[in-house]
Structures are given as structure tokens and as C-alpha cells.
């Protein structure tokens, strides 16, 4: 694998502490999963402040079925997103989350306990994908973002295609999300109040193949993502820009093309 050392470093301690804390998480979250009284007691808490602090408007909750695997495909935001998109569901939620987050121990218990497992962003996190995987074939909601980072100004960026590949793999239902608002709460340390939204698509499925090629995976994002776009436009959000026409040809060159 790309950037991969099989010799191990002087200070051999500091370096092997995070892929051992890394790799305890990913077995928290395949085998026991949230905690059931830290993520309801969270839930129950956070859900009232984000109708009465956020005006928080959820839009489509009939669509995230409520048994059986299901990826949700949202856009990115701000770190509020997997919180306020989790209330659309009656069920837990998990998803992925940068492990440079899991750092400080307590912190990494309590979002292991609501349902996060980290992810090495831009590395082709094997763990995080093989964790993302066991969360479906159980049966679970998986939310993934599919930009990969948090985009605050403007429209949609484009997706990775990772949740293609899982949709294929796994055979699971992707839900199509977009939020919008969650980008102009945090000013510094402050949460100021302001208008949130949230909506959810009608499910997309596709067949499962055991093996899909970077094509194939590239092709169902490519079919998931207009879909979250819909729902980011219904909810007022910026267009995505649209390159340039090319040029039109000039006339000398379209006489050398025609032989002219």
C-alpha cells in the first residue's frame, strides 16, 4: 500500500498508540455498536434544542426505512451534520468520521458510543470500509459523506466513490440527504441560532456485485449524487457551477478539419 512502513519507528510507543486506539474502535463498532443509554439520553437532549435553537425543519422522514441496511449519502457541512441528520431516523445511526477527532481518549468514547468510527481521509482506509461493511450486513444505518470534507461556502463539490462501491457490495438502499444551514452556526466557540434543514430522497437501489471495479462504483456515485443535489436545491442551496462550454472552433480550423 501506498505509504505504508513496515519499520518501525524510533520512538516506537507514541506511533503505535493511535492504530491500536484506531483499531479497538473499529471492534467497539462492529461488535457491540452505540451505546444504547448514552445515545438515547444524547438523543433526547439534543433533538429538542436543535427544533427550538435551530428552527430545525426535517423533511422526508418516511424515507429512511425502519428496518433493514441503509446507507445515507448526505452532503458536509459543519461537524453539527451527523447529530442533526441522525434525528431523522428512529433508529441509530452510524457513520465515519476523520480520526484525527478520536484523539483525546474520553472524546473517542463518546462518539464511538453515538455511533462514529474513524476513518483515515485520502488513504483508502481499508479498516474504516471492512468496519462501514459489518455495520450493513448487520442490518444498520450507515451515514457517509460522500464530498469526503466539509464544504461551508457555495454549492455541492464532487463526490468520492466510496459510497458506490458499498451500495454494490453490500446491496444496501442509499438514501439520498442534503442539509443545509448547519455552515453559519459555529462563529469561533459560539453556537449562534439559526435556521437548519434537512431532506431526504426516496431510496436508490442497486444490484449487489460482490467485486465492483472503480467504474462500476464511479457510475452509482455518479447516479446517487444528483439525487442529494435535488434535495439541496428543494432546500434553496446554490447550484453547483457548471464548467464552460469549450470554445467554438475557429474558422480557420474547422476548414483544415473539413480539408477545406
Not at 141 to 149: K, Y
Amino acid at each position: 500500500m501506498p505509504g505504508t512502513d513496515l519499520v518501525p519507528a524510533p520512538e516506537s510507543a507514541p506511533a503505535t498508540r493511535a492504530p491500536q486506539a484506531s483499531t479497538a474502535l473499529h471492534a467497539a463498532t462492529r461488535s457491540r455498536g452505540v451505546n444504547p443509554l448514552m445515545y438515547w439520553f444524547a438523543r433526547g437532549i439534543l433533538q429538542p434544542f436543535f427544533h427550538l435553537y435551530f428552527r430545525m425543519l426535517r423533511v422526508g422522514r418516511e424515507h429512511i426505512p425502519a428496518e433493514g441496511a441503509v446507507i445515507v449519502a448526505a452532503n458536509h457541512r459543519s461537524f453539527l451534520d451527523p447529530f442533526i441528520i441522525g434525528t431523522l431516523a428512529r433508529r441509530p445511526m452510524y457513520y465515519v468520521a476523520k480520526k484525527e477527532l478520536f484523539k483525546h481518549r474520553l472524546v473517542a468514547w463518546i462518539l464511538s458510543s453515538l455511533g462514529a468510527f474513524p476513518v483515515d481521509r485520502g488513504n483508502g482506509d481499508a479498516d474504516a470500509m471492512a468496519t462501514a461493511r459489518e455495520v450493513l450486513d448487520r442490518g444498520d444505518v450507515l451515514l457517509i459523506f460522500p464530498e469526503g470534507t466539509r464544504i461551508r461556502p457555495g454549492g455541492l463539490a464532487d463526490p468520492k466513490r466510496g459510497v458506490g462501491r458499498l451500495a454494490l457490495e453490500t446491496g444496501a438502499p442509499v438514501v439520498p440527504v442534503a442539509i443545509i444551514g448547519t455552515e453559519n452556526v459555529r462563529r469561533g466557540w459560539r453556537v449562534r441560532p439559526h435556521k437548519v434543514s434537512v431532506r431526504a430522497g426516496a431510496p436508490i437501489r442497486f444490484p449487489q456485485v460482490e467485486q465492483p471495479s472503480a467504474e462500476l462504483a464511479g457510475a452509482v456515485t455518479d447516479r446517487v449524487w444528483p439525487c442529494v443535489e435535488l434535495q439541496w436545491q428543494w432546500l434553496g442551496g446554490e447550484p453547483r457551477k457548471q464548467l464552460p462550454a469549450p470554445a467554438e472552433q475557429p474558422e480557420r480550423e474547422r476548414r483544415f478539419v473539413r480539408g477545406g
